[in-house]
């Protein structure tokens, strides 16, 4: 019911000339695959709407965009895939791009490289069984980590940051069946 109700504002909104998009989150609850042993005969039925409703915007020419986000890409129906125009997988940064994240919310913090290479090392895979931290742990549990340290009696610190590496643990590696 929710998914067809979704379809009909998206497909509503483009109308007959505007752009319009629907962003899925967390798209592996929704569209699993159906020849899991565990899906259930509703949960087939949700799948197959989906692919209904996403083959019935392909006669809007475009002007829908129908985004499907996951951790778990491998467990996404065969079907939803091919009907995909584009896939992206994004993956945890490395060390270039952790520093770029850290210069770009830390500016104004006035860093020295020193201590931003500290902070890049200290995000990154501690060894081979740990993974690095992600963009979302730095952005939405590592600096609010840190910030909370400072707030409201002071003004954020290196050594905020570099305890907040210490507290908050990367997110773990989703492993698919």
């Excluded at 996404?76 to 895939?81: F, Q, R, S």
Aim: negative net charge.
């Amino acid at each position: 019911m929710l998914i067809n109700r979704s379809f009909e504002v998206v497909v509503r909104e483009a109308g007959k000339a505007k752009l319009s998009f629907l962003i899925i989150d967390e798209a592996d609850s929704l569209a699993a695959n159906r020849n899991n042993s565990q899906s259930h005969h509703e949960d087939k039925v949700g799948v197959n709407t989906l692919i209904q409703k996403i083959d019935d915007v392909r006669r809007l020419q475009g002007r829908v965009l129908v985004f499907l986000c996951t951790n778990r890409f491998r467990s996404l129906d065969p079907a939803i895939l091919r009907r995909a125009g584009h896939i992206e997988e994004f993956r945890r940064p490395n060390e270039k791009e952790r520093e770029d994240l850290f210069r770009l919310d830390c500016e104004g913090l006035n860093l020295t490289e020193t201590q931003l290479q500290e902070l890049v090392k200290s995000t990154g895979p501690q060894n081979a069984d740990e993974p690095g931290f992600t963009f979302s742990d730095i952005r939405t549990r590592l600096l609010p980590e840190a910030l909370g340290k400072a707030y409201p009696d002071r003004r954020l610190s290196f050594q905020d940051l570099l305890e907040a590496t210490h507290v908050v643990k990367p997110s773990p590696i989703l492993r698919e069946e």
